[in-house]
């Protein structure tokens, strides 16, 4: 059997305790195919919202000085959902998903 179709094979992550086998753990630590792509688009789409987010404030700060107090509520309120859109990405990532038993 050839041994590429063996590593294409992806087996769940599992909460293994301390007393799991070295090369569990090892495996149940390194990343899937594909996993590290994933992590760093995320990470660049937040890095992006950030400065998006920032520039919006500044936008809207410049407005308040300038004068235009009247329609400028809509901006720090675009900031504030990609606030909480983070928020809510950062609680859905936290969660840990366990195999069913």
């Not at 799991?20 to 688009?41: F, M, W, Y």
């Not at 300038?66 to 990405?89: E, K, N, T, Y």
Request: glycine share 8%; net charge neutral.
């Amino acid at each position: 059997m050839d041994d590429r179709f063996d590593k294409s094979i992806v087996e769940p992550r599992l909460y293994l305790g301390p007393e799991a086998q070295r090369s569990d753990q090892e495996q149940n630590v390194t990343p899937t195919q594909g996993q590290l792509a994933i992590v760093l688009a995320t990470l660049l789409i937040g890095i992006m919202l950030l400065g998006i987010q920032l520039w919006i404030l500044t936008v809207a700060l410049d407005l308040y000085l300038g004068g235009s107090s009247q329609d400028i509520w809509a901006l720090p309120l675009i900031s504030f959902l990609i606030f909480a859109g983070g928020l809510f990405s950062l609680r859905m990532l936290g969660k840990t998903r366990y195999p069913k038993r």
